[in-house]
Structure formats: C-alpha cells, structure tokens
C-alpha cells in the first residue's frame, strides 16, 4: 500500500510560482513512477507531467517549458514547480504513484491550485 500526500497549493496571481510536493509512504519509492494530474471544473482530469522510476521526465504541451517536475528519493518525494503561472492553470492537482512492480495505482487526495488577479 502507498500512501500520498499532496502540499503546495494555492491562490496566487499570474505569472507567480509555486512548487508542489507530494510525499509517498509505505512503499520503497524508488519503485515508483510518479505523475501530477489536474481536473478543472467541469473538464477531465488529464495528466500534466511524469517522471519514472529512472528519473525521465515528461510533459502536457500547455506546460512545457513552465513546469518541472522532479523527485528526490531521499526524502520519498516528488515536486512540480510551477512558473509563469496563467489563469488556465487554475485546478486540483493530483499526484498518482504507479508501482512497477505491482502495476498497482495509488492517488493524492489532491491540493488546490488557483490563479487569479
């Protein structure tokens, strides 16, 4: 079983920053892939970016060049840092950890990212 815990969000105006932290527990963290979702109101949730248990990253074309995503297995967690912040950006942000050994998927309960002047 992991368990993931989501922190870093919040109200901020555009073109501002934040970075978002998702720890992972219960689980040797090196065996998991970990990806940031967000859902917006009213639209699907869809993937933002993705870094696997290696360390390759990969990112939603609406976010290329603004975000970074990172993990330090250290300390069992996973960042995404957030630049040049737009009003679109605006949604609950999920963290999802895929084991690669157990093909088993776990989710954050998510943290609210809100961008507006």
């Known amino acids: 079983q992991v368990q993931l815990v989501e922190s870093g969000g919040g109200l901020v105006q555009p073109g501002a920053s934040l970075r978002l932290s998702c720890a992972a527990s219960?689980?040797?963290?090196?065996?998991?892939?970990m990806d940031w979702y967000r859902q917006a109101p009213g639209k699907q949730r869809e993937v933002v970016a993705a870094?696997?248990?290696?360390?390759?990253?990969n990112y939603a074309d609406s976010v290329k060049g603004r975000f970074t995503i990172s993990r330090d297995n250290a300390k069992n967690t996973v960042y995404l840092q957030m630049n040049s912040l737009k009003p679109e950006d605006t949604a609950v942000y999920y963290c999802?950890?895929?084991?690669?050994?157990?093909?088993?998927?776990?989710w954050g309960q998510g943290t609210q990212v809100t961008v507006s002047s």
């Open positions: 999802k950890a895929d084991h690669v050994v157990t093909r088993l998927t776990y």
């Open positions: 219960g689980s040797a963290f090196r065996f998991l892939a």
């Open positions: 870094i696997t248990s290696g360390g390759s990253t």
